[in-house]
Nanobody
Framework: QVQLVESGGGLVQAGGSLRLSCAASGITFRPYSMGWFRQAPGKEREFIATINWSRSTTNYADSVKGRFTISKDNAKNTVYLQMNSLKPEDTAVYYC??????????WGQGTQVTVSS
């Protein structure tokens, strides 16, 4: 079983920055990729960014390219999402997502990000 603990959400003014963290643990934790999704009220959960654990290749949603950066610390089993130039439309609950080598998927509990105009 894999456990994901997210942190770093909060309230920020438009144009500001936040950094989300997601620490993974579990005896069988062997990730293929880790990433972030978000869900705004009344909307479906949407993909934000992902990073391949061994290759470190990244992929971003068009809506956040150039503003968000995903990174990782293999030694800490942690993935980060640096969010700059935040906009009110970035307001959502952000979820950490892991795909293991065995193609199992796990989700974090979510962390609220609120951007005020």
């Amino acid at each position: 079983q894999v456990q994901l603990v997210e942190s770093g959400g909060g309230l920020v003014q438009a144009g500001g920055s936040l950094r989300l963290s997601c620490a993974a643990s579990g005896i069988t934790f062997r990730p293929y990729s880790m990433g972030w999704f978000r869900q705004a009220p009344g909307k479906e959960r949407e993909f934000i960014a992902t990073i391949n654990w061994s290759r470190s290749t990244t992929n971003y949603a068009d809506s956040v390219k150039g503003r968000f950066t995903i990174s990782k610390d293999n030694a800490k089993n942690t993935v980060y999402l640096q969010m700059n130039s935040l906009k009110p439309e970035d307001t959502a609950v952000y979820y950490c997502h892991v795909v293991t080598l065995g193609r199992s998927e796990y989700w974090g509990q979510g962390t609220q990000v609120t951007v005020s105009s």
